[in-house]
């Protein structure tokens, strides 16, 4: 219920109330200065119980965290730990105030629970617009967090909410379509896995029978108490309304953010290893929002590390210094680009100006089906191996299996791979259509694959891209080297057995190989798999086995009929089938 409280140093509003201009009334828990007077404030909005505790409602990442970087206990008790937004603990002496929202229909809020929606965006809006004028406020809003938190951040910029002065989103999808839902036009199963475990269990009307605040010991999802039928009536059916939208029509363009209308001030934090959310939003954000001042910041591990690290939290606080609070940070002198450069036992960190870097060697290796390599086309720009005619013109390969892999010769000399990676394909398929996965990845020189934590499996591959082949149609004028942009607006079906050129994104990524390792391509029909065993994390709702909760196997959106049949690869010219990488001289920043 709503009260108000001193503790731990702050000042503690439980359950504030902000009401909706359609009457609904959500629920706030806002941290403040102990001190009267007038704060930024750092705002959140999301579906995951504000009430609940990091600790309790995702144990596995928490004790994982915290056993791995004890640094982010510096500073606080956690007691007050919230599932991807930042700790009251260390932000409120620093004299920021912290408001966490729950969503409209979770947690302590009422209403129809719509995850991403349209009426998400708008409360949001009108959350921000309520807190700056709020007598503790100075009227400059933030917004931070990780994932959802981040996402949404995108979508309310694109309304320019006139109090939002500053954003920070970590790790945060933007494209409703291309990030979140449908990699290359296949279904991915994220939502539909994510949602049940979650978002469901801290709906608005679980009540007495769901989880309580280990702070205040209320039910975290309010004390209305309604039935299993009459909540599931009053949410989204989030798997019916994906498959009602294979393409990408107004149902996702509204969802997603725009770009020419994101002109507020962001940092915007990737993930290498965040194949199938995670990087590919914020470097979309960092290329293409309107805003005249961004940054882009990359890094590696699990999905919550650096957020809550020293390292993260120092970046964030001196972002968030310069444009809520005025103060000489340093920041107005931040290089643009910040990276976490990855090596295969390391991360080093350097800065850059531009993204891609403006230094690229855009470098194209060649399939070659005669001995199954890669050969770079022009060798003598780089020094691999030379090329030659292949001895058959294809391969063909059952996409439920292993596909196939196309190997380097053991470098000559350490390279680095960084920016947006894309690969040409001819393909031909015994039916209609059919799925390509694409994997990235590096050998060491006894053949083991060199795998890394990734933000939500440890153990993925370098890099991840997906196409379906009658989504194949690009929109030239966005298309871009390494990253090709298909609009999914129409379906393009395949003759069977008649070949057609296709080109894949591959995500984002970065690795330094080193001397004798190869780079890798394999082309297969279904979801990468680590050699090793699953692994399991208490408090994780999915199975890790590569790639974590992204997986891409509904039995209506593939068919086995027709996504199951064998898939040729054509190479009858030799720039059929080809790897284009991001290659990075050696000899650091520009």
Known sequence: MHRTENADGMSIEWDAPIPMDDGIVLRADVFRPPTPGRYPVLLSYGPYAKGLAFQEGFSGGWDRLVNVHPDVLEGTSAKYANFEVIDPE????DGYVCVRVDARGAGSSPGFLDPKSIRET????????WAAVQPWCSGKVGMTGISYFATNQWYVASLQPPHLTAICAWEGAADYYRDNTHHGGILSQFLTTLYPWAVWRVQHGVGERGLRSRVTGEPVAGPLELSDEERAANRVDI????????LDDEYYSKRSARWDKVTVPFLSAANWGGQGLHPRGNFEAFTRAASSQKWLEVHGLSHWTHFYTAYGVSLQKRFFGHFLKGEDTGWDRQPPVQLQVRHVDRFELRHEQTWPLERTR???????????????EDSASAGHGQGRSPARSSITYDPMGEGVTFRSPPLATETEITGPVSATLVVSSATRDADLFLVLRVFRPDGEEVVFQGSNDPHVPVGLGWLRASHRKLDRALSQPGRPWHTHDELQWLEPGVPVPVEVEIWPTCIVVPAGYRIGLTVRGCDYRWSGPPVRVPGIGYEMSGVGPFLHSHPVDRPPAIYGAPVTLHFDQPSSASLLLPVIPVGGAA
Do not use: G, N
């Open 239 to 246: 798997e019916r309304s994906l498959l009602a939208h294979p």
């Open 90 to 93: 260390q932000w409120v002496p």
């Open 122 to 129: 708008q409360d949001i809006y009108q959350c921000i617009e």
């Open 362 to 376: 855009w470098t194209r290796f060649r399939l070659d089906p005669a001995d199954m390599s890669l050969c770079i």
